[in-house]
Structures are given as C-alpha cells and as structure tokens.
C-alpha cells in the first residue's frame, strides 16, 4: 500500500480537513504526490509570472493579489497532485488518478472540482473544494 513521504505529508497539512480525508482514502489506493497545499501572495505571484514575465508555461490565471488563487486561503481549499512517480508527459496517468479522486470524493460527499476540466487551461494536477 502506498504512503505519503514528508514532502506530501507536509503539504497535505495546510490543506482543509475534507482534502486531507480524501488524499488519505486515494494514497491507499493509488500513488500520488501532493506537491502543493497553501501558498503564500509571494509563491502565487512567482507562479503568475511564468509564462508571463518569466520564462515557461502559463500555469495560473490567479495574481494573488486582485484575483486569489484557492491555494491562498487558511487553510487552503485546493491542492495539486500529481500520479507518482511523476511523468508530466503521461497525461492519462492525471485523467486515472481524477477519476480516483472523483470516486472517493462522491463516496466521502465531499465536493471538489479538478483543473484537468477546465476551459482556459488545462491544471491538470489541480482540485478544489466547491464553494
């Protein structure tokens, strides 16, 4: 059965109670790593500059300081994991471990929403709580 090392341990815990219920079920299940829980206004607006005024891709539309990301909250209400071991170019390993994450959120009544679902960009290793 697989387990969480520090690192995603680490990061788990600054998250909502209901995304730290789920994680635990789906790591028992199916390996992953949580490789962001909060973020602080500066770690936000060091991720909106890619793509922008820093190389690399676009990977938020959330400035941290007009429009938040759901990572910024205490405790945050968002979470980016991703299918270990890690390979960004296996896109179908993240559609796998959504539907993971889906079947156990259902089963929990939690209600989460995943990045890989959205228009403007594609966030694959992102999920969030519903408002």
């Not at 959330?62 to 390979?87: E, M, N």
């Amino acid at each position: 059965m697989p387990t969480f090392s520090e690192f995603s341990e680490t990061n788990l815990q600054t998250c909502h109670k209901d995304l730290q219920d789920l994680f635990r079920q789906v790591i028992r299940y199916y390996d992953c790593r949580i490789i962001c829980g909060h973020r602080t206004t500066a770690e936000q607006q060091r991720l909106y500059a890619k793509g922008r005024t820093t190389p690399g891709q676009i990977v938020t539309n959330c400035d941290g300081l007009v429009r938040k990301s759901r990572h910024q909250t205490i405790p945050s209400v968002a979470v980016d994991v991703v299918p270990y071991p890690v390979d960004w170019d296996h896109e179908g390993r993240f559609w796998e471990l959504a539907g993971i994450v889906q079947a156990f959120a259902l089963g929990m009544n939690i209600k989460v929403k995943w990045g890989g679902h959205w228009r403007t960009f594609k966030d694959l290793p992102h999920y969030e709580l519903l408002e």
